[in-house]
């Protein structure tokens, strides 16, 4: 079955950077595939954060991040990651990686805490 899993967030004070990683595992052919990042705060609705198209040139993002965060893809590896910079706190949220298809696939997703 499609399984992602996320790794790579953490605690960082405002201004700061992480990188994100997702590896996943039963998508095949993997660079066939649209993926994407999403992310969610405790009482609200998960939101798309950015999206990669299946040949990595095609990106975009929501706008709360635009020119902040870099997604990018490496299909030779099946993973997904998302650069993170700038941080603000208000980006505070458990991040999830998944397939632009209307079938989800939630992984356990990786916490984000931006503080001072």
């Known amino acids: 079955q499609v399984q992602f899993v996320e790794s790579g967030g953490g605690l960082v004070h405002p201004g700061g950077s992480l990188r994100l990683s997702c590896a996943a595992s039963?998508?095949?052919?993997?660079?066939?595939?649209?993926l994407q990042w999403y992310r969610q705060t405790s009482g609200k609705e998960r939101e798309l954060v950015a999206t990669i198209g299946s040949g990595g040139r095609s990106t975009y993002y929501a706008d709360f991040v635009k020119g902040r965060f870099t997604i990018s893809r490496d299909n030779a590896k099946n993973a997904v990651y998302l650069q993170m910079d700038h941080l603000e706190p208000e980006d505070t949220a458990v991040y999830y990686c998944?397939?632009?298809?209307?079938?989800?696939?939630w992984g356990q997703g990786t916490q984000v805490t931006v503080s001072s």
């Open positions: 998944n397939v632009n298809s209307l079938v989800k696939y």
């Open positions: 039963g998508l095949s052919p993997f660079d066939y595939y649209a």
